[in-house]
């Protein structure tokens, strides 16, 4: 079973739809969850950090996180075409920086 | 503050050559994590370095190595070069040592012939 499982799309939406991007986990330790994007050719640029159940927001992105389902999911409101890329879902458990990532959501949002 | 820089960007090798690439973290980060990125694997972690040492280490052969200064900047070094090695390596670094955002570099994309 892959640690960290992502849709790999390409997820399409319209522009000034909501997109919605999903991430499942399978190590019950993991304690933190990040968000990057990566547009292509580029590196992953960090969008947001979640680290206790509920939702953040942060302008037009709301990260979920839902530990006991074990699932993180991104929220992204007004989409605009600036805003395609992949989106890769990354989590750490304790003793120290190892990123787990998932092989990532190509999104394409369009006119 | 400038963010994490890298060098170099682009380097072509052959195989059985040896390569060190370089990453200065964010000034007043002390965490430097290195990644390899391909389309196959996708992004995979290699080793975290904090305060000159090696903390974690992902499942790479020993091939792949790294070494931290007392500045925080940091090196890797793949020696041995195989065509599978050809990928963007990655850095990134962060400020604590706990479970910290992590802010990535530009990448040096690697390409062995």
């Known amino acids: 079973q892959k640690e960290v499982e992502q849709n790999s799309g390409p997820l399409s939406v319209p522009e000034g739809a909501i997109a919605s991007l999903n991430c499942t986990y399978s190590d019950r330790g993991s304690q933190s969850f990040f968000w990057y994007r990566q547009y292509s050719g580029k590196s992953p640029e960090l969008i947001m950090s979640?680290?206790?159940?509920g939702d953040k927001e942060d302008g037009r992105f709301t990260a979920q996180l839902n530990k006991a389902s074990q699932y993180v999911s991104l929220l992204i409101r007004d989409s605009q075409p600036s805003d395609s890329a992949t989106y890769l879902c990354a989590w750490s458990t304790g003793g120290g920086n190892k990123l787990t990532f998932g092989t990532g959501t190509q999104l394409k949002v369009e006119l | 503050k400038a963010g994490v820089t890298q060098t170099p960007r682009y380097l072509i090798k052959t195989r059985g050559q040896q390569v060190t690439l370089s990453c200065s973290p964010i000034?007043?980060?002390?965490?430097v994590s290195w990644y390899q990125q391909t389309p196959g694997q996708g992004l995979q972690f290699l080793f975290e370095y904090f305060s000159e040492t090696q903390r974690n280490k992902g499942n790479f052969p020993g091939r792949f190595s790294g070494r931290q200064f007392s500045n925080s900047r940091s090196e890797m070094n793949v020696s041995t070069l195989e065509l599978g090695d050809s990928a963007l390596y990655l850095c990134?670094?962060?400020?604590?040592?706990?479970?910290?955002?992590?802010?990535f570099g530009p990448g040096t994309r690697l390409t062995v012939l």
């Open positions: 990134a670094s962060s400020s604590w040592t706990g479970e910290d955002e992590q802010f």
């Open positions: 000034s007043g980060h002390r965490s």
């Open positions: 979640i680290y206790s159940n």
